[in-house]
């Protein structure tokens, strides 16, 4: 590479760098940069006396903190950013003149916000949500932010509704309960009165409503946008992350235990990776429909509550996104940036999609109340990298000192700097599509199949994945006390399908459907399938628990094997400190029992050793962690005298062994038992079933 690729990259970094301020070996000062003697006893006549309005550094530093906090976004409040860069892998150049889209050898600088949807910013991680998925491209042509979502497709079609449904599925307004959450009335009666929500639904409701870890999902544009060509050649586009990790999901269960064990689970997940230098990958796919092609689907591509099927319009990976930096301070990037549907650069254009359209407008309004004033394009982690010069003037906390007279154009003073820019020099043209209408309140009846898609998704799931939609209906519209709302519910999703209808009638306790809905014929689409995802052990967690007296032969064999293939493996134990094998040799303890709990782990592992698992025995939080982990279909192993552990705590008909090679046992539960001291060989099957996930 370059060295002035490699700048290219770092440019972000480096403007960021000239606002950064430590405070290591520096002395304590007032904001004005007066030295301070003392600043933890404040200004009094006399010892026991009042407080002297004369104290300033009692009243800055008073003033600075009463205004520590902004407004919460209204909507993705809870979200947690990540620095990297994107890099295509082949020049993009016959469909779009997007800078950043042309050489591969070219990193363009992102920065990525993670979030959660419903809860507030101090909600937990794991709540069953949509979670936002906002990348900032720092190009040379300027700030370019695709703002989607885990899943392709929205609530709503039309953004003048984005207001209802938001009121709908926030804490009711008289007691501000639920946190979080979906399951409850206004958001179920929203759902009934709102038909067009039947797809998304089936997507909140599925596993995509409860991510492993951000690394572990899917990412999408949503909305249909347009690539536009050097020669003005435009075509429809949908935008796709794929994480190379694979899609992956927790359960329900194990969802709400991390709630409560750890809120902070998926920002500490993404912070740890980068730190550990794992850095999350995505690549960046496109689906592409050619103009002439635009009325050739049973759907209107213009539609945000349809997907396109991959199998007949498949995605084209074009480069890849890697995240390799923290930020250094929360508030100043995470919490600052200001993502913008209108931050858009040439090459890329929007289409009639009425959701994009309305989005053009939200997001610049919300940051302007945010962020305090129309400057916040200042504030660091929202500068482009790109020169920026224009008239706009002025403002709270304006940073740039405007030079010269003139603010205005066109003027005769200034020779009209700061000149336009043509197309061909790379001035953003908005792509010229004729447009010719009444003036109407009307959706297009292309726009009015809300079930078709729906169902698709619904037949496209395995049947375990079906069986977790079921439940999730059971938990969220179990939680709604109208009867009259859930009834509804079932009358809706009969529309989707029988069995689905009859399901969550069965576990909400209401009537199967009355209403002869038909059921749409679909065909799958196996790529909706998380089975179909990439499945790896990389990066995953196992815990290995652990008393006196085990066999460090057997631990040690399985930690090289794991470690040596990037899982993590912690030592779990009823208390801190050290623990010895049966030889005296010492290991650290990782966690207790109270510091961490099975739903943090992917898998685990109980060597040998006869005082050890006699002690592991009387441990119940032992015994609850293996029973949780088998509970939660997690690969779970143990060697030799450990063996009886498992036939003891597990159910009965969990049948520890099924299948035999080298005194090696495997059952379809995700038990792996051996009874040998070589456990080179099952190491390895260990590895292998902790990459099926489940
Ligand atoms: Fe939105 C934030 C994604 C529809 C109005 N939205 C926000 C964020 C994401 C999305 C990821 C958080 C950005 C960040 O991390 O700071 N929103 C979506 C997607 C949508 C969508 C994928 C549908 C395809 N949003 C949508 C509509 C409207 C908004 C229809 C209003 C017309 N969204 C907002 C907002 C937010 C926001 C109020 C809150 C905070 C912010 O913008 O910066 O303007």
Known sequence: ?????????????????????????????????????????????????????????????????????????????????????????????????????????????VFVRFSTVVGS????????????????????????????????????????????????????????????????????????QNRESAHMIMWLLSDRGIPRSFRMMEGFGVHTFRLVNDQGKARFVKFHWKPLLGTHSL?????????????????????????????????????????????????????????????????????????????????????????????????????????????????????????????????????????????????????????????????GLQNNDPQTSSFAEGGFEHYQEKVDGYKVRKRSESFKDHYTQAALFYNSMSEHEKRHIHKAFHFEVGNVKDPKIKQQVVEMFSNVSHTLANEIAKGVGVE????????PQVSPSPALSQLQTTFSSNTRKVAVLLADGFKNKELQEMM?????????????????????SDQNEPVDVHKNYSTTHSVMYDGIFVPGGKQHVDQLMTHKEAKDFIKDTFAHAKTIAASNDAVELFSTVLPQNS???????????????????IQSEQLQDFSQTFLEQLAQHR
């Open 560 to 580: 090289t094997t794991l470690r040596n293939n990037d899982v993590h493996v912690e030592i779990v134990s009823k208390t801190l400190g050290k623990l010895h």
């Open 251 to 411: 359960t329900w269960d194990e969802a709400q235990k991390i709630a409560g064990k750890n809120p902070d689970y998926h920002r500490q997940d993404l912070w740890d990776a980068i730190n550990n230098g794992e850095y999350p990958e995505f690549e960046l796919g496109i689906q592409v429909i050619e103009e002439n092609q635009e009325f050739d689907f049973d759907f209107d591509i213009l539609d945000p509550t349809k997907i396109w099927p991959e199998e007949q319009i498949p995605v084209k990976i074009i480069g890849k996104m890697t995240l390799n930096r923290n930020q250094d301070n929360f508030f100043a990037e995470t919490e600052q940036a200001a993502f913008h549907m209108g931050n858009i650069v040439p090459g890329i254009d929007f289409t009639n999609d009425p959701l994009l359209q309305g989005r053009l407008f939200s997001y610049l309004d919300t940051q302007l109340l945010r962020l305090g004033g129309p400057n916040f394009h200042e504030i660091p982690i929202n500068r482009p990298i790109a020169p920026v010069h224009n008239n706009q003037r002025d403002g709270f906390h304006r940073m740039t000192i405007n030079k010269g007279k003139v603010a205005y154009s066109p003027n």
């Open 121 to 192: 910013r101090g909600s937990a991680d794991t709540v069953r949500d949509v979670r936002g998925f906002a990348t900032k491209f720092y190009t040379e042509d300027g700030n370019f932010d695709l703002v989607g979502n885990n899943m392709p497709v929205f609530f709503i079609q039309d953004a003048i509704k984005f207001p209802d449904i938001v009121h709908a599925i926030k804490p009711e307004p008289d007691n501000e309960i639920p946190q979080a959450s979906a399951a409850h009335d206004t958001f179920w009666d929203w759902v009934v």
């Open 512 to 519: 199967p459907p009355q209403s002869n809905n038909q059921e």
């Open 1 to 109: 590479m370059t060295n002035e690729q490699n700048n290219h990259q770092d440019a972000k970094n480096e403007q960021l760098n000239a606002f950064k301020n430590s405070n290591q070996g520096e002395k304590l000062s007032t904001n004005q940069g007066a030295k301070l003697s003392d600043t933890s006893q404040s200004l009094t006549a006399g010892e026991r006396g009042p407080t002297i309005m004369e104290d300033f550094h009692f009243r800055e530093k008073m003033t600075h903190f009463d205004h520590e906090r902004i407004p919460e976004r209204v909507v993705h409040a809870r979200g947690f950013g990540a620095h990297g860069y994107f890099q295509p892998y082949e020049s993009m150049k016959e469909l779009t003149s997007a800078k950043f889209l042309q050489d591969p050898s070219v990193k363009t600088p």
């Open 655 to 673: 049948q520890l062994a099924t299948k035999q090679s080298n005194n090696e046992m495997f059952n379809d539960h995700g038990v792996l038992t």
